[in-house]
């Protein structure tokens, strides 16, 4: 029996797991990316037997759930809160239970996975906060095993069983560590707030992942139930065939298109090899923690510099600066999503147990399609840079701050070029049907002109006197300017596989929604920043750039108001950025636009997620789904006393860097 604080419930040991609440996970409405708070649904329940006995109670739920598909958070969700109200347990717990019930159902999979295939995340907070001797660069925080805390205690165990540890925060590092290949399963110690922001990704690609929450999260000298770590360190090695379907093996595929020699045999360099040679082959940086900890955020490509194309033949330096930036940093979603739609569309063998065998026999022709959308994609940020006066991109100068803007110019106008050559010719051993060519060719043509008329109507908009826009203008503006991506890289896909003709509506509608919703979420970002770019909150108001939530300030701000926000964006402005950036905020925040724009999100991703239900192929249905929970990611803005607790970046890893 576990006792509650106010001494009356207590959760009865004889209730057992019901069939109906295995179900739940199949028939659960999808409302996964609503918007809503969830700060009173992290409390870890507050005595050890509860803990422990709550713990037992997810395992035996666990055991009835299908294993086949990773769980929806959706579906972790509903079948959590069947459980507590069996159990008569305060909704506050939880976040607590997902955890638990997750880590239950991905235990057999982890087994599977041999210690030294897996990741250990630790938290640098485990650490005392007052003496600690570690020092943190860059790069991560350098423990040193004074016996102080924890930390060093747990790391040592996970070492000795031939773990790979990151002693780090919730961090994109983690997904790009897994995508590299370096590891193949997750265990982690975190708090409630970074677990649901770090592995949702992770568990929802079909990684095996467990967790033992922290018992609280303020951040500082934190503690966590010692003995479920060492625990869940020694989940026993036991070879398994792996049951659950994951969408980690595509993830790999579609990075290896950018790797040296499958770049080089998909998109056969026209000019002097020996320029690629020399720039790109130095991979990482010399001289830093990079090569002994592995990749990290900060960890990118060195990036061509004009020093290195010195008395090279310039009719070679454009292809080696193009093909350098190809190469170079991204999360490559788009070919991720051909490769992703083309699988489903055949059988969906890709996602399954002998995927990686899988998805080797996948025709270069389909890789090539992939390839293509990538290289639209690149070659909208050079230009994007530039007419918007970027300085950064992926954490490197942008191409127009290391060769000029013109030179940038040509480089982006070389990657449309070389985009649509992946497409226009037929390979020996490897034809696509003329047919099929000229439809890939239309739909990326089509995609290429709306992207040009969205930017275009943003430009014109930020370069004219009148600043005045409405919401339904912002919103066609997203609906030209990111859709088009989204759709040309499903439509790729699914068209390799055969005749699209009954999915080229349902593919618009989908990435409309989709896309419209993604830009709607980058607004709201950018009152967030973004260190790896170097950007600073409210860039796009300091840019002149059009937003919605611009729009929605103009529409619901009386006229007075309405001026004073047209006045902070004339250039002849007097105030200083972050004066200007101030008072936008506080007309922002007079006006509603945050809230409403969380709003318009989740109706996007309404329509979205109704156009999937409709989808009668599963595996395609399950990749929309998986889309919209990935993609539509909403920013959660630290609150000043999290901002003053923030610690730097934290990364140890024992892997090396490739």
Known sequence: MIGLSTGSPSYPASVQPTNDLADDATSAVRTSGRRRKTSHLKEVPETLAMRESLRDRCAEVAAKLDRSHPMTKDEMEQISRRMLEEADLPESYLGWVMVMISSAFWADELASVPPERRLFLLPHCLKHAEGCPAEYDQFGMNCKECGACSIADFRSIAEDMGYRVLVAEGSPVVMKIIVGGYVDAVVGVACLNVLEKAIDKVLLAGIPCMAVPLLSSDCRNTKVDEPWVEQMIRTPYKPAASKTKSYVHLMRAAGSLFEDATLERLAPRQRDSQVITNTLSQGYSPGTRMLESGPTENTVRAAITPDQLEGVDPIAATEAIAMDFLARGGKH???????????????????????????????????????????????????????????????????????????????????????????????????????????????????????????????????????????????????????????????????????????????????????????????????????????????????????????????????????????????????????????????????????????LIDK??????????????????????????????????????????????????GVVAR
């Open 333 to 599: 979603s788009r070919p991720f999503i051909t490769m992703a739609a083309y699988d489903a569309m055949t059988g969906g063998e890709g996602t399954g147990a002998e995927g990686e065998a899988s998805l080797e026999k996948m025709p270069d022709a389909v890789r090539r399609a992939a390839l293509s959308i990538e290289t639209f994609h690149k070659a909208s940020l050079v230009h994007d840079d530039i007419e918007d006066g970027d300085a950064y991109r992926y954490g490197q100068p942008a191409v127009h701050q290391r060769f000029g803007m013109a030179s940038a110019i040509n480089v982006g106008d070389y990657l449309i070029g070389l985009g649509y050559r992946l497409l226009s010719r037929n390979v020996m051993g490897d034809e696509v049907d003329a047919e099929t060519r000229v439809d890939l060719l239309d739909s990326l043509a089509a995609a290429h002109v709306r992207l040009s008329e969205g930017q275009g109507a943003e430009l014109l908009w930020r370069d004219a006197k009148d600043r005045r826009l409405t919401p339904l203008d912002a919103l066609k503006i997203y609906a030209l300017k990111t859709s088009p991506a989204f759709e040309a890289a499903l439509y790729s896909g699914v068209r390799m596989a055969g005749d699209a003709t009954e999915l080229v509506d349902p593919i618009r509608k989908f990435s409309r929604n989709l896309g419209v919703a993604f830009q709607i979420i980058n607004d709201l970002n950018d009152w967030v920043g973004d260190d790896f770019n170097k950007m600073t909150a409210g860039a796009d108001v300091i840019g002149g750039r059009p937003t919605l939530l611009w729009a929605l300030a103009l529409e619901h701000l009386d006229a007075d108001d309405q001026q004073r926000l047209l006045n902070l964006a004339n250039d002849d402005c007097e105030l200083s950025n972050r004066e200007r950036l101030t008072r936008t905020r506080e007309l922002y925040e007079k006006a509603n636009v945050f809230e409403m724009s969380l709003q």
């Open 604 to 653: 996007h991703q309404a329509r979205a997620e109704k156009v999937a239900d409709e989808i009668e192929n599963e595996s395609l249905r399950r990749l929309l789904y998986f889309l919209v929970d990935t993609v539509l990611e909403r920013p959660e803005a630290l609150s000043p006393e999290e901002e003053s607790s923030k610690t730097p970046a934290v990364v140890s890893i």
